[in-house]
């Protein structure tokens, strides 16, 4: 059996719920939701209303309207960007953002959009007060990554989503390693915009994820279509979430989406947390007294979600992966983790580092193997 710890890019296994909704919609509901009036379309848009609405429960979003179903978390962060920024507007942003954000701010910035990258300490940590000191007349939004897909560093949110209302510029968070596993409520967080894959902590299956549209926040559609809604307007209807949804959804997807986090709401947030930390602190501790060893990231009493990257005194973190893959059985990502910023925040590019990535699916088994395997590798070098 395969040791999976690369939750942070795909959470795996799902729960059989998951898997259990996802064929009862392929075999039972297999119509296209909002385009047609009968039996079969209106179950199909049930499934799509269900799901928005237990995204809402689990964030505290008071109109399940304002959730946009999306292709995965860079799908939202595209549409929110693109859908606010327009040349000579600033965004304020971090040097712990993943490329799914770098990027669009990266081909922004050619057309005119100024983006200041304010740098994080070398645990991955933003000071929300080098945030405050960035904003300028001109600042339209502040960019920040909930959590690091790098080495789990959880930044100050609350503190910037203050600094962002108080400036009155839309504070647009990354939860794409937050969401199901640190209590999120949008209003708490004072969140304008908030973009989530629905196939890492919420249990789903790829090609899901989602937008959260705060009131007040106009977005431009990326993308304009068929919606069911106004045919006879060539105009994109300019209500929610039709404005920003075109064409067929993923229902499939959606399904086991919201299977996904009934499982999660059902078992619970904060306890799923508590089982994983367990974990955590086994990984984090049995790292600590392998001498060749190094862990990467913020200080062990730090908030965290589950990711861990270490490096193995005098190996390539490619070669660390690829032998506890052949060797072992046990599957971490190596490498930049699409997050060369982050990266160079923590000194660790170009090789980048060794990640492990743990959710509720884990076992402490699991983590012994991969000490297990570590030990070994460290001891093969040594000889
Ligand atoms: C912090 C962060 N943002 C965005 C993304 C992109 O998520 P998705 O793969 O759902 O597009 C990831 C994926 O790992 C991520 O870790």
Redesign the pocket.
């Known amino acids: 059996m395969v040791v999976y710890l690369d939750n ?3 959470t795996w296994p799902k729960p059989a719920e998951v898997i259990e909704a996802v064929k009862d919609c392929l075999e039972n509901k297999g119509a296209n939701p909002g385009r047609g009036g009968h039996r079969l379309s209106l179950e199909a848009g049930h499934v799509l209303l269900e799901t928005r609405e237990r995204i809402a429960t689990l964030f505290g979003i008071p109109d399940p309207l304002r959730v946009i179903f999306t ?7 595209n549409i929110g960007l693109r859908g606010v920024l327009s040349p000579g507007d600033h965004v304020v942003t971090t040097s712990m ?5 770098a990027r669009p701010l990266y081909y922004l910035a050619k057309e005119g959009v100024e983006v200041t990258w304010v740098q994080a300490d070398s645990s991955g940590l933003v000071d929300p007060d080098d945030i405050k000191k960035s904003l300028r007349p001109n600042t339209k939004m502040i960019f920040l ?5 790098v080495c789990g560093t959880v930044q100050p949110a609350i503190e910037v989503g203050q600094i962002a209302r108080e400036a009155g510029v839309i504070f647009f968070l ?1 939860a ?2 937050s969401a199901g596993y640190l209590d999120i409520k949008v209003d708490d967080l004072k969140v304008d915009l908030m ?1 989530f ?4 902590g919420l249990y789903g299956p790829q090609g899901t ?1 989602g937008l959260y549209v705060g009131p007040g926040v106009n977005l431009r559609p990326l993308r304009v279509g068929g919606t069911g809604s106004s045919s006879e307007d060539l105009e994109q209807p300019p209500i929610l979430p039709d404005l920003l949804e075109s064409g067929t959804p993923n229902t499939p997807g959606i399904a086991g989406l919201g299977a996904g986090i009934k499982y999660l709401l059902g078992k619970g947030v904060a306890r799923l947390r508590a089982q994983t930390e367990k974990l955590l602190d086994t990984l984090l501790n049995g790292l600590a007294e392998i001498p060749k060893v190094k862990v990467i990231g913020p200080a062990r009493e730090r908030e965290r979600v589950p990711v861990v990257s270490f490096l193995v005194e005098g190996l390539d973190p490619s070669e660390v992966a690829f032998v506890l893959d052949k060797v072992y059985n046990i599957a971490v990502r190596p490498g930049l ?3 060369p910023l982050a990266h160079k925040t923590l000194g660790t590019f170009p090789a980048g580092t060794v990640r492990a990535s743990l959710s509720s699916m884990n076992t402490e088994s699991d983590i012994e193997a991969l000490l297990n395997a570590i030990t070994q590798i460290c001891q093969e070098i040594a000889r």
């Open positions: 942070a890019a795909t292709l995965n978390a860079t799908d939202a962060i953002e993943h490329n799914a954000a990554n909930h959590a690091s897909n990354d794409a390693q973009a894959p629905g196939h890492k994820g983790h699409c997050a």
